[in-house]
């Protein structure tokens, strides 16, 4: 048989040409709740500060795809059983990862269902083209929540050194031009080995980790946790915020997207089981949903809204200040003062309740190896070692500590 006939070729900027296997994995791929990825940015509001970061959630899926594609061929190498449906249903949990992703990705993620996170709804849709697929997707949900005997299959899709993450820094460097986050993937894939059931890294591949848990440090720091993106991230909340508080009051802004104001009026929650209307819809709203109503309550009677949603499509922003400390009650009050008397000078009269759509004080954690509970292990003389006591890594240690930062995000005439 044609060669052609057998696989599908996309053309990846980050890891070259990725062949897919025809069959379940290519079904998936083409199904609408995996084609609606492409309608969400990988990065949420990033492109705002790093204009090329226009990735979407697919391209990602695709990415860790492919990754794990490598490394379970280079497993079998190895001489690790991996039979052809758990190597299938690995693929589909890789792919399948992030497919309960909502708009802007992570930055909407608990404004339009309460008690959840997208990790919830990715399991939800995996159950629901498991019945579509007649059980097809069986051992790959058993992979994606640690039900599977082999519990290295699982690691691969989520641990401290998974494939998810492997491409999520190189993809996330290369379109934001962050030379930083670049990392050594396939001198980490090549170095993957199975011991005692679980992954570990042979002593050859040390480097190239220490490289990639310094990379996701910097990354964080540099791309996902940039003061202009808090600062976006407020804002768009912010707008969220508003329209629900106009929906409990009874003064509505008019909605051009039917599904989004479903859960902003219903306001659904996780805590019960997500059903198959409630995936349904979900599956149906991407980041243009969250455009087209912007846009349209730009034009709000309510002058809050239409001034936070001007501000949001001009780029328009707030500024975002780190703290030393936790704000003081002082800090809070002459904030809070001086936030009236710019917003009245630009023409803007709020009440006490309603200054709080223009600033926030926040906190933020970074941890770039968090070896407690999760480890990296790195194979020496047939004997697993935690990375961060392994030899020549004295210093990753370092980075095992968490960072955390307090910080405002007010108006931009303001300083603190």
């Not at 609408?32 to 990988?42: A, E, F, G, N």
């Not at 159950?127 to 994606?144: H, P, S, V, W, Y």
């Amino acid at each position: 048989m044609d060669k052609s006939t057998r696989y599908k070729i996309f053309n990846d900027p980050v890891h070259g040409f990725i062949t897919v296997p025809k069959g379940n994995i290519l079904k998936l791929i083409d199904h609408p709740y995996v084609q609606r990825l492409r309608r969400i940015r990988q990065l949420g509001l990033g492109y705002l500060v790093f204009p090329a970061a226009e990735h979407s959630r697919f391209s990602h899926a695709i990415g860790a795809l492919e990754l794990g594609q490598r490394v379970l061929n280079n497993l079998r190498e190895k001489d690790t059983t991996i039979s052809d449906k758990e190597l299938e249903g690995t693929l589909i949990a890789l792919l399948l990862h992030d497919v309960g992703h909502g708009p802007l990705s992570h930055t909407l993620e608990h404004s339009l269902i309460k008690n959840f996170n997208h990790e919830m709804m990715s399991l939800a849709i995996m159950k629901e083209l498991n019945e579509q697929f007649n059980g097809a997707l069986d051992t790959a949900i058993a992979i994606f929540t640690n039900q599977y005997p082999k519990a290295f299959l699982h690691q691969l899709v989520s641990s401290q050194l998974d494939l998810d993450r492997l491409d999520y820094l190189r993809r996330d460097s290369f379109f934001t031009g962050v030379s930083e986050g670049t990392v050594g993937i396939n001198r980490i894939l090549k170095t993957m080995r199975v011991f005692n059931g679980n992954i570990v890294i042979e002593k050859k591949g040390i480097y190239a980790v220490e490289n990639y848990i310094i990379a996701r440090r910097l990354m964080y720091m540099q791309v996902y946790l940039h003061k202009t993106v808090l600062s976006a991230d407020v804002l768009l909340r912010n707008i969220f915020r508003r329209v629900s508080e106009l929906i409990e009051s009874g003064k509505e802004p008019e909605f051009t997207s039917p599904n989004l104001e479903y859960f902003l009026k219903e306001q659904p929650s996780a805590r019960k089981k997500i059903d198959r209307k409630t995936i349904e819809l979900y599956s149906s709203i991407d980041d243009y949903d969250i455009y087209q109503n912007i846009k349209k309550w730009q034009d709000s009677k309510d002058l809050i809204l239409s001034d936070l949603c001007s501000r949001f499509l001009n780029r328009s922003l707030f500024r975002t200040t780190f703290l030393d400390k936790s704000p003081t009650k002082k800090l809070l009050s002459e904030l809070r003062e001086k936030t009236r008397k710019q917003l009245l000078k630009s023409g803007l009269k709020v009440s006490d309740d309603e200054l709080g759509y223009y600033y926030k004080f926040a906190q933020d954690k970074t941890e770039a190896y968090r070896y407690k509970n999760d480890s990296i292990w790195i194979l020496e003389n047939e004997n697993a070692i935690e990375f961060s006591k392994a030899a020549d890594t004295k210093n990753i240690i370092a980075l095992t500590e968490p960072v955390v930062r307090n910080y405002c995000v007010h108006l931009k005439e303001i300083t603190l």
